[in-house]
């Protein structure tokens, strides 16, 4: 049998079989997929960064204290002051002393309140009308005084003293950290109150809501009645007395600007007489900062001190449209129809 030979290949054919198994198409892509892989790899490292950022920024946000609210700003302190006075009535045919009390002040219980019976009551009247109410004779004047007044106000908290302030009770397990809660006012708290740059008052209040200090608070208050010896339902108050340093007890309350609905309403501050005469005399101060946070139709120079009567609807009280309203007459120190 023949012997075959096979030629051995030359190197020529051996590069030749070298580069046929090159894939030369990957080769033209590599640099391609390099040009695109780093800046996807620089821009997918920053993007993760910023997402790592902002996770933890989250968690803190979410897991930290919340942010303390923003301060309500204060309202300006009023000009003036209201005033405590009177106006005058000149004696008529047929007037007695509990009519003129009766259709003039709307002191529907005046015959109750001032009795024969109780001569000290008669007496007490007698003062303040500065005239016998048994000797009544027509041209005579008479300085007649509003029952037991209301006073409109605002003004910062400067201290408060609660009856039950709330005590945080730490366990031995349990760190508690220390801040400070709002006093538990419900059962009542007596608040320093500065209603002008050198005047404050003392303001008794009832409420479920949080009061700190520096919280600015809005109220109608019964204000403080002449004392006079075995008559504590006395209706008038000490046209002499300031209101710097004077005791008032609140109602139709409001801290900041949350109003308590639930707070008590003035006729359920006795004595007074609120319900039996359909109303309340009030003084206060027309502007801004004073009376027209109640939004009364009072059109009266911001400063101007007033006496008005409050209309009572449902427990609410309201000045409707023809209702008395005076203005304090400094040079007399009356109060005039206006």
């Known amino acids: 049998m023949a012997r075959r030979f096979h030629p051995r290949s030359t190197a020529r054919e051996h590069l030749q079989t070298v580069l046929a198994a090159i894939p030369w198409k990957l080769l033209l892509l590599l640099p391609v997929l390099v040009a695109l892989a780093i800046p996807a790899y620089l821009f997918g490292t920053r993007l993760g960064h910023n997402a790592l950022s902002s996770l933890t920024q989250l968690v803190y946000t979410t897991s930290g204290p919340p942010a303390p609210a923003t301060p309500t700003p204060l309202p300006a302190f009023p000009a003036r002051l209201p005033q405590v006075g009177s106006l005058l009535y000149t004696v008529k045919n047929g007037d007695s002393c509990d009519s003129i009390l009766t259709y003039q002040m709307r002191t529907v219980d005046a015959g109750s309140i001032f009795t024969d019976a109780r001569p000290e009551t008669v007496r007490a009247l007698d003062a303040a009308l500065g005239q016998d109410c048994h000797a009544l004779q027509p041209g005579m004047v008479l300085t007649l005084s509003p029952q037991y007044p209301l006073v409109a106000i605002g003004g910062v908290v400067l201290k408060i003293e609660a009856a039950s ?48 200090v520096g919280s600015w608070v809005w109220a109608q208050a019964a204000m403080a009645r002449k004392h006079v010896a075995n008559f504590d339902t006395y209706p008038y108050a000490d046209p002499t007395a300031s209101l710097n340093g004077m005791s008032l007890r609140a109602c139709d309350f409001q801290v900041d600007n949350t ?36 939004h009364y139709a009072i059109h009266q120079a911001a400063g101007t001190q007033v006496l008005l009567w409050l209309s009572a609807q449902n427990g609410i009280l309201t000045f409707k449209p023809g209702n008395p309203l005076y203005r304090y007459n400094s040079a007399s120190h009356l109060y005039v129809k206006i």
Request: proline share 10%; hydrophobic share 45%; with cysteine.
């Open 259 to 294: 109003h308590d609905a639930n707070a008590l309403s003035c006729d359920q501050l006795l004595p007074n007489t609120i319900d039996d005469d359909g109303g309340s005399w009030m003084f206060a101060i027309a502007g801004p900062g004073a009376l027209d946070h109640w």
């Open 165 to 212: 302030p709330q005590q945080v009770v730490p366990t031995p397990l349990i760190a508690v950290p220390t801040q400070e809660l709002a006093p538990d006012c419900s059962n009542g708290c007596l608040l320093l109150v500065r209603i002008a740059p050198q005047v404050q008052v003392h303001l008794l209040v009832q409420t479920t809501l949080a009061i700190q």
